[in-house]
Nanobody
Framework: VQLQASGGGLVQAGGSLRLSCRISGRILNRIVMGWFRQAPGKEREFAAGIGWNSYFTSYADSVKGRFTISKDNRANTVYLQMNGLKPEDTAVYYC??????????????????WGQGTLVTVSS
């Protein structure tokens, strides 16, 4: 499984961005896709997750109500729509794939594959 993230950029506070994560390779039925982010000097943290063959979604409290994770199974792509961006959302955003949905969706240790990251910068 290979993941290619894109869509980052510079945006003013209150603006929006949509990140994309293109998945290539064999996709298992129990796969879960997640978006994590890592701000300078901080640990990588969970932002949102979605089941590949379900409608299950999960969000960190810090992004709930502002970010929406979605998927296009035919296009093998997962999206993260980010609205109402704040300067504290500035981070490198990574998409990741978890091949066993029984593992905790919010833990980065649950994920087996990672994309290269895309930088989101929110100016005040």
């Amino acid at each position: 499984v290979q993941l290619q993230a894109s869509g980052g950029g510079l945006v003013q506070a209150g603006g929006s961005l949509r990140l994309s994560c293109r998945i290539s390779g064999r996709i298992l039925n129990r796969i879960v896709m997640g978006w994590f982010r890592q701000a300078p000097g901080k640990e990588r943290e969970f932002a949102a997750g979605i089941g590949w063959n379900s409608y299950f979604t999960s969000y960190a409290d810090s992004v709930k109500g502002r970010f929406t994770i979605s998927k296009d199974n035919r296009a093998n792509t997962v999206y993260l729509q980010m609205n109402g961006l704040k300067p504290e959302d500035t981070a490198v955003y990574y998409c990741a794939a978890e091949t066993d949905s029984r593992l905790p969706i919010t833990r980065r240790e649950s994920y087996d594959y990672w994309g290269q990251g895309t930088l989101v910068t929110v100016s005040s």
